[in-house]
């Protein structure tokens, strides 16, 4: 029966994974339900065809166990393949549907990442929820001072400065147990702090002995952090034809709602990887505020676009200009050469 599978659909879990074939009509020819060890032998023994699953955890590690025994292989985003699901949402149906999407020309598929960038993911994941966590706790202070009348001013070091003082003022009307309880929250804050620095040393360690970082690092607005988070969203980035459609992949382009042959534009999309987006406009926001406008080519464009456009679309544009030159640094193999400004 497997001879025949054009397309097999797989709809993944943690120990069942649940299997439709098509065969070269698209029409099922094969349903079965596989746990983890029937499955690796099935890698091994299927005659090559197209191997199509959803984007999701363990999806990477499946993909490279077919790529590896030679199958076309095909990780699509879920958003792509709901529109096919048919009746009542099952695995076998979820199997299905991701098979009938994998056989219409034009589908997108999440390029498959080598060890390094997965390596590179997790610390990037890692160093995330832990400034995510400190800034959870810090919040948390500001709002148990609040309520007992103690306002500290924004900003995470000026609140470190005042907060030793703060807890020491025995007139300000804070309890024993409360300042107990602040102290035990500064002293977390203090090692996600030191958790942070190393997480971010590691990323620094990767950015000097990292070709594609180094090379990316060498665009405006790109530091060791957002290389590495590049690196690992997009590689060598030639999964992208042009640096359009890797901006637009990020969703650093507007939203487009055309009818009647009239568009309109929107905000930007936000599609793809947030936290690589959120790094890419902080990036841009810290170059349009240091950046000498009369050096470069570049800064003459940013100094025409400011004066006509709210500063926030300068910022996106300029992070999207950043995305596009990465791209052609990253798959011509030479660093970032800025054009002098016209005399």
């Not at 102290?183 to 702090?193: A, G």
């Not at 464009?301 to 052609?328: M, P, Q, T, Y």
Request: with cysteine; aromatic share 6%; glycine share 6%.
């Amino acid at each position: 029966m497997t001879n025949n599978i054009a397309i097999l659909g797989i709809d993944l879990g943690k120990n069942w994974f649940h299997l439709t074939g098509l065969d070269k009509h698209n029409k099922p020819i094969y349903r079965t339900r596989l746990n983890r060890k029937k499955l690796a032998e099935l890698v091994l023994t299927l005659p090559s065809c197209v191997v199509a699953m959803e984007s999701c955890p363990g999806s990477q590690y499946w993909g490279r166990r077919f790529a590896e025994a030679g199958h076309q292989l095909m990780i699509i985003p879920a958003q792509f393949v709901k529109p096919f699901l048919k009746s009542n949402k099952n695995d076998f149906n979820d199997s299905l549907a991701i098979a009938e999407t994998a056989g219409r020309p034009g589908i997108r598929c999440v390029p498959l990442k080598n060890t390094e960038q997965l390596e590179l993911q997790a610390i990037h994941r890692i160093r995330n929820r832990l400034i995510t966590e400190r800034t959870a706790i810090v919040n948390q202070m500001r709002a148990l001072l609040l309520e007992n009348g103690i306002v500290v001013p924004p900003g995470r070091n000026l609140f470190a400065r005042e907060l030793p003082s703060i807890l020491e003022d025995a007139e300000n009307g804070l309890t024993v147990r409360l300042r107990a309880l602040i102290d035990r929250l500064r002293n977390r804050w203090r090692l996600l702090d030191t958790e942070i620095d190393e997480v971010t040393e590691l990323l620094k360690d990767y950015a000097k002995q990292s070709d594609l970082c180094q090379r990316a690092s060498s665009v405006p607005g790109i530091g060791p952090i957002v290389s590495t988070a590049m690196v690992a969203a997009v590689g060598d980035a030639r999964a992208f034809q042009r640096g359009r459609d890797m901006a637009a992949w990020l969703g650093l382009v507007p939203k487009q709602f055309t009818t009647g042959n009239k568009p309109k534009l929107g905000g930007i999309s936000k599609r793809g990887n947030r936290q690589l987006r959120a790094l890419l406009i902080q990036g841009a926001n810290a170059l349009f505020i240091h950046m000498k406008r009369d050096q470069s080519t570049m800064g003459e464009w940013l100094r025409g676009l400011e004066a006509r456009s709210h500063r926030h679309v300068v910022i996106v544009a300029l992070a999207n200009k950043i995305v596009r030159i990465c791209w052609k640094v990253l798959t011509s193999g030479n660093n970032y050469r800025p054009y002098p400004a016209s005399a």
